[in-house]
């Protein structure tokens, strides 16, 4: 199996493309998520977390710094067998 990477940089022309090779037997098209666009300064724009992505990497941070007060002594998790007796 071959795998080609084609950026298309008029959108306009992107629905054609991949009607095209819709068109042929055995090709499949896949989206993948667009390069963020730079600024004219040349950083990368951010675009809008939804809520989903927002409530993610919020319980993420919580997560990670939990992880972090556990690494450091600060506070202490219970055994796996503590945790399986609970459910």
Not at 27 to 56: D, H, N, Q, W, Y
């Amino acid at each position: 199996m071959g795998r080609l990477i084609i950026d298309i940089h008029d959108p306009k022309k992107e629905k054609e493309v991949a009607e095209i090779l819709l068109g042929i037997d055995g090709v499949v098209v896949e989206r993948a998520m667009a390069i963020p666009k730079r600024s004219a300064k040349g950083k990368k724009v951010a675009r809008k977390l939804t809520p989903g992505e927002k409530r993610f990497v919020s319980e993420l941070r919580q997560a990670l710094k939990e992880l972090n007060d556990h690494i450091t002594g600060k506070k202490k998790f219970q055994s796996a067998r503590a945790f399986l007796h609970e459910l």
